[in-house]
């Protein structure tokens, strides 16, 4: 079955800081790969994604995530943390049938001046 | 342009009582998906439209959940006899046609916030 795991709750970083915020998936083909931010009160907002082709993707905000196969991992960084950073992150994996997504529990960011 | 607009943002009902969640999507998306999203809990899926063909409703928790999307665009979650495990953010989101080797991303509204008493 597909499923997503953000082993990582809670993470609180200081500012300007770098950041890796981890992700794990299953899926049986080759899947669709997505980070999503939701800050407090807000929807989601996609940062990044992966489909095909180059393994390290850039996003918005100054994110990039590196899909790496043999890990089943899709990991989300950024150089420098900032305080606006905060908020909470999702991974998402999606069915090449387009109609199913699964999302990972989240991961809470915390940034410290 | 418009993105994607929810209504009400919060209601507050008592236990037992229906409820009715409406998403806009963006003007031209033909899919349309409805998650709940609990405290510490991540996104759960709830059902998906796409165009004209039957909703995938596979994630709806009960039979107390229903959803209806009327037109090709506007869709309303209805939540019979609510319960208090209902109280959560109810999230839509709306997403481009997706073709054959492509995908496209999801946008999402605001959410409703649901809490039953």
């Known amino acids: 079955a597909q499923s997503v795991t953000q082993p990582d709750i809670h993470i609180t970083v200081s500012e300007g800081a770098s950041l890796e915020l981890r992700c794990n998936y299953s899926?049986?083909?080759?899947?669709?790969l997505f980070w999503y931010v939701q800050s407090p009160g807000q929807g989601l907002q996609l940062l990044l994604k992966?489909?095909?082709?180059?393994?390290l993707v850039q996003g918005i905000k100054g994110f990039e995530a590196e899909f790496k196969r043999s890990q089943s991992s899709f990991n989300l960084r950024k150089p420098s943390v900032h305080w606006s950073d905060a908020a909470e992150y999702f991974c998402?994996?999606?069915?090449?049938?387009?109609?199913?997504?699964?999302f990972g529990t989240g991961t809470s960011l915390t940034v410290i001046p | 342009g418009a993105g994607v607009s929810q209504s009400p943002s919060n209601k507050v009902t008592e236990k037992g009582k229906d409820v009715e969640l409406r998403c806009d999507p963006i003007s031209g998306h033909t899919a349309l998906y409805w998650y709940r999203q609990s405290l510490g809990q991540g996104l759960e899926f709830l059902i998906y439209f796409q165009g004209n063909s039957a909703p995938d409703k596979s994630g709806l928790p009960s039979d107390r959940f229903s959803a209806e999307r009327t037109g090709g665009s506007v869709s309303t979650l209805t939540i019979q006899r609510t319960q208090q495990e209902d109280s959560a953010v109810y999230l839509c989101a709306s997403s481009p046609r997706v073709s054959s080797g492509l995908y496209n991303e999801q946008f999402f509204g605001p959410g409703t916030r649901l809490t039953v008493l």
């Open positions: 899926y049986g083909a080759t899947p669709y």
């Open positions: 998402a994996v999606g069915s090449n049938t387009g109609n199913q997504f699964y």
């Open positions: 992966y489909f095909s082709g180059d393994t």
